[in-house]
């Protein structure tokens, strides 16, 4: 059985760190692309970021960009989402999601398989 677990997520004040670890059971993380998603209360859920298979190459959306890091540790089947400067609008359910595409995909119907999300909340 498939299986991304998510953890990490808490309260944190603005301008503070986390880091997000999401952890594969069930499949190969190696073999796919990985990405960060988000979803924030009353609003559609939006892309964060994406790394590609060996953690070499990454994409972010705009609003996180210089913020945030996507990584890796393929022997660890886990992937991560440095975040630092957190801002009140980064409070959302954090979820991560991987396909076996070798493109870097922003669009969630790429994605073959899903978490269930952590949440990050951030108090100004």
């Known amino acids: 059985q498939v299986q991304l677990v998510e953890s990490g997520g808490r309260l944190v004040q603005a301008e503070g760190s986390l880091r997000l670890s999401c952890a594969a059971a069930?499949?190969?993380?190696?073999?796919?692309?990985t990405a960060w998603y988000r979803q924030a209360p009353g609003q559609e859920r939006e892309f964060v970021a994406v790394?590609?298979?060996?953690?070499?190459?990454?994409y972010y959306s705009d609003s996180v960009k210089g913020r945030f890091t996507i990584s890796r540790d393929n022997a660890k089947n886990t992937v991560y989402l440095d975040m630092n400067n957190l801002k009140p609008e980064d409070t959302a359910v954090y979820y991560c999601?991987?396909?076996?595409?070798?493109?870097?995909?922003?669009?969630?119907?790429?994605?073959?398989?899903w978490g269930q999300g952590t949440q990050v909340t951030v108090t100004s």
């Open positions: 069930g499949l190969t993380l190696s073999t796919y692309t």
């Open positions: 999601a991987a396909t076996r595409m070798s493109l870097l995909p922003t669009l969630e119907d790429r994605y073959d398989y």
């Open positions: 790394t590609d298979r060996s953690g070499g190459t990454q």
